[in-house]
C-alpha cells in the first residue's frame, strides 16, 4: 500500500504543492505596481476569474511566483486560485480548491518548512493562458506522516530536495487548471522508505539566459514548427520507430528524470527499447495532446501514457534487482514532457513519468 497524508493521494504529494496553493482571495488584495519586483506589470485590475482579460506570460509567470511566495510565507490568503480551480497530482489524483487547502495544513504539519526555489525558477516558460514552471523543492520532514503499509510513523528529521513541476492554465490573474508532478520516487529514497539514497547535484534542465535562454534568436519565432514536431517525435514513439531522425533528437540529445543521471542519445534510446518490451503497445496522447505549452526554443507537453504489460520490465535496482515479469495490466497515467529545441531537434529533454501510478496500475504497488 502506498503511503498518503493528503485525502488518498496515496504518495507524498504534500511536498508537490508550494506552486501556488490555492486560495481565492488574491482578488480583495490591491496589487501595488510601483514596488520594484513588479514593475513589469503595470496592472489595474484585481485578478477576477472571468473577467475577459487575457493577461500576458510575462504576467501570468509573475502570477506563478507570488503564488509561491504566498505558500512560502503560509499566507493562505494570498493564492492566486480560482475558487473553481482543478488540481491534477501524480497517481490520478484530483482536488478542488477545498481539498487542496485543507493538503497544505497537512503539508504545513508534516514538512513545517517545505519551500520552492522560485526566485528564480529552473525553467519558466508560458504561451496563451498557460505558464510552466520547474523547480527545485526542499523541506525537513518534521512531523507524522503515513508510512508505505499505512500505519503512522515519527518524523524522520530528514531533509529532501526534488524538483517540482506546475503547469498551470490562467484566467483574469488566477489559476484555472493546475497540473502538479514531482520526483515522488526520489522522495521515497530520500525519506528511508526505498533503499540507495539519491545522489546529489545532479545535472537538470534548466533555462538560463546566457547558455539556454527563451530563445537564442529572439526574432525568429520557432515555437509553431517545434510544436509540429514535437507530436511527429511521440508519434515515431508511438510507432515503435526508435531512431533519432524520426524521434528528432540531436547527436547531443541530454535526456533527464528517467535515472539519476542524465542519459545519452544511446542510452536513452536503450530505455525506450526495453521498456517496449514490457509495453508493446506503449502510447502518448499526442493528436492532440491534452495540451502543448511552446515559447521561443521551449515545449512542454500535457499527455496520457498508457500501455498493457505483456513483457518483462527491468526496473530500478532500488525497487527490484531483476526484471519483473508481465502482470497482462494496462495503465494510463497524466505525463508531462518539457523541452529545449535548435533546428529543429530536441538538444534538452525532460520525462516526468509517474513511476508509483504505473506500478499501482499494473498490480505492481507492493514492490513500493
Not at 41 to 51: A, V, Y
Not at 123 to 149: H, I, M, S, Y
Not at 227 to 256: I, W
Request: glycine fraction near 6%; hydrophobic fraction near 40%.
Amino acid at each position: 500500500m502506498l503511503f498518503s497524508i493528503t485525502f488518498g493521494a496515496f504518495l507524498l504529494p504534500t511536498l508537490t504543492l508550494s506552486c501556488g496553493v490555492l486560495f481565492p482571495h488574491v482578488r480583495n488584495v490591491e496589487l501595488d505596481t510601483t514596488a520594484p519586483n513588479v514593475k513589469r506589470q503595470n496592472l489595474t485590475l484585481l485578478p477576477t476569474e472571468g473577467s475577459g482579460v487575457h493577461w500576458t506570460v510575462s504576467q501570468n509567470l509573475r502570477q506563478m511566483q507570488l503564488s509561491d511566495d504566498a505558500f512560502i510565507s503560509r499566507d493562505l490568503a494570498k493564492f492566486n486560485h480560482s475558487p473553481n480551480v482543478t488540481v491534477f497530482y501524480p497517481m490520478g489524483v484530483q482536488m478542488n480548491l477545498s481539498e487542496h487547502l485543507q493538503d497544505m495544513r497537512l503539508t504545513f504539519s508534516t514538512f513545517s518548512d517545505a519551500a520552492p526555489h522560485n526566485h528564480n525558477y529552473k525553467v519558466e516558460f508560458g504561451e496563451g493562458d498557460w505558464t510552466v514552471v520547474l523547480a527545485r523543492a526542499k523541506g525537513t520532514n518534521d512531523g507524522p506522516l503515513l508510512g508505505p503499509t499505512g500505519n503512522l510513523l515519527p518524523p524522520t528529521e530528514k531533509v529532501v530536495t526534488y524538483d517540482l513541476m506546475t503547469i498551470s492554465r490562467w484566467s483574469g490573474g488566477l489559476m484555472m487548471e493546475e497540473y502538479l508532478w514531482t520526483d515522488n520516487v526520489l522522495l521515497y529514497r530520500a525519506l528511508g522508505f526505498l533503499p540507495s539514497p539519491p545522489p546529489e547535484n545532479v545535472p537538470d534542465i534548466e533555462l538560463n539566459p546566457y547558455t539556454s535562454p527563451v530563445s537564442t534568436l529572439p526574432d525568429v519565432d520557432e515555437s509553431p514548427t517545434n510544436k509540429v514536431k514535437m507530436a511527429e517525435s511521440d508519434g515515431a514513439l508511438n510507432f515503435g520507430t526508435l531512431n533519432a531522425k524520426d524521434l528528432h533528437l540531436a547527436e547531443n540529445v541530454t535526456v533527464y528524470g528517467l535515472t539519476d543521471e542524465p542519459l545519452s542519445l544511446k542510452s536513452y534510446l536503450t530505455w525506450l527499447e526495453h521498456t517496449r518490451i514490457a509495453f508493446p503497445d506503449l502510447h502518448v496522447q499526442n493528436r492532440p495532446y491534452r495540451q502543448i505549452i511552446a515559447q521561443g526554443d521551449w515545449t512542454a507537453t500535457i499527455s496520457v501514457l498508457s500501455g498493457t504489460n505483456t513483457g518483462p520490465w527491468a526496473l530500478p535496482q532500488y525497487l527490484t534487482p531483476s526484471p519483473v515479469a508481465a502482470t497482462g495490466k494496462q495503465f494510463s497515467v497524466l505525463h508531462y514532457t518539457i523541452c529545449r529545441w535548435q533546428d529543429g531537434q530536441i538538444v534538452e529533454m525532460r520525462l516526468n513519468l509517474d513511476l508509483f501510478g504505473i506500478l499501482n496500475q499494473i498490480g505492481l504497488g507492493d514492490l513500493i
